[in-house]
């Protein structure tokens, strides 16, 4: 086995959890409550849409992962059909989301046990920093071995107070206030869920480490789809139910605590604990999803030399072991600069997880349609090449992800301009790297372990 080389232990099962374990993150439990705020039973609409939207991405994703089993993900894909900085940009652009993403994750959590007992937020960020390095570092089948714990946990607690609430209330979908949201309003909202369901990249950057990638990572990616999309209909469904029965519940000014608030009103002080553990299993199950797929954008970088060769550095438990350590620090560094800002009331910690939720969505956004467009290339340039899936409706399929994208990306710009303008300085910033560092090191050969 190559030096450079991660060994393949993840099997389809592990592929999926680490799916779903992006998919089913901090967003039902932070966002739903907001969602349902905000456009009541069209609630349902809104996630259906944004899982169909993601769907057209996720197809693509399965083409590429049947031909290209790469650490890099997304990134390797964009790479396939680009070279020089637009190569170099999917790299940059992903490693952006993992760490917003990841660094979301945390906050969100640490902002929650915050506000319920007082807990030091950098503390208990820095306990969880480490913890998944500590995790990370012992190799990938026990990273993939906790996803799958915190997974199965966190989904069957989801399932149960579903199950509980429809039960109890039956199907309650209150129609009234329907004037007040619009076709547009709906569209709209999708765009604030869109990191929600980033799970299907997770996937493709398991390619160089899953046993069978070429076969598993595209079913992988359309059950992480299908699956995710049915729990978020399920837990909606039961919301709205219950909020029906008890619309005071509606009337919180911290619609983070809506869902805890529900389960305490189905099984008073045990529900309360029960979901509260559901919570922090969905979001530590998040963040380790993410900062394992952030590990290894960083590692196919540096192999590809867009990136310093000091991350390519392998441990004798074949991992990426330089990248993990990096990534953590760069995350634990954002702990400390958020926690300093809250202590000299510069920053709100509530404006800032929503501001790197909506960091990691632009990324996520510009990335997946550079994915897209990246399959229309790669078809012209490689006609002959045997796909182990090819994506229904092409050339619509990408097309429409790529609207979507754009869309996504400009519907961001109106919402959040001043995270526009800290994402604009991000690629400015990584213009600079390519310059002094990639583009007279890169590798624009194809990437090693594909087709």
Known sequence: MDKQELKRELSLTTLLMFGIGGLIGASIYALSGYLIKESGLFAIAVFILTSMFSLTSALIYAEFSS??????????????????FLAFLGSWLFYIAYISAASFYMLTLARYLNILYKTDILLFSAFIIILFTIVNLNGVKATGDIEFLLVILKVTILLFFSAIILLKFGVRLNTNNLNNVNLAKIIGLTTVIFISFEGYDIIATTGGEAKNPRKDAPLAIILTIIFGTLIYMLVIVSMLSLIDAHPWILELDEYEMVILKEAEAILDEIGFVIMLFGIILSILSAYNASFYAGTRILFAASKDGFIIKKFLKISDKKVPSSSIVFTSFLILLIAILAYAGIITNLLDVKTLVV???ML???????SFALVDIALIVHRRKFKELKRGFKTPLYPITPLVGVGFAIFTLVNLIFRAPITFLMFLLLLGIGKILYILEAKNNANNKRISGTY
């Open 67 to 84: 031909i290209i089993y790469s650490a890099g993900g997304g990134y390797s894909y964009i790479k396939s059909a680009f070279s020089g």
């Open 355 to 357: 501001q790197l939720g």
């Open 360 to 366: 990691a969505s632009f990324s996520f956004a510009l």
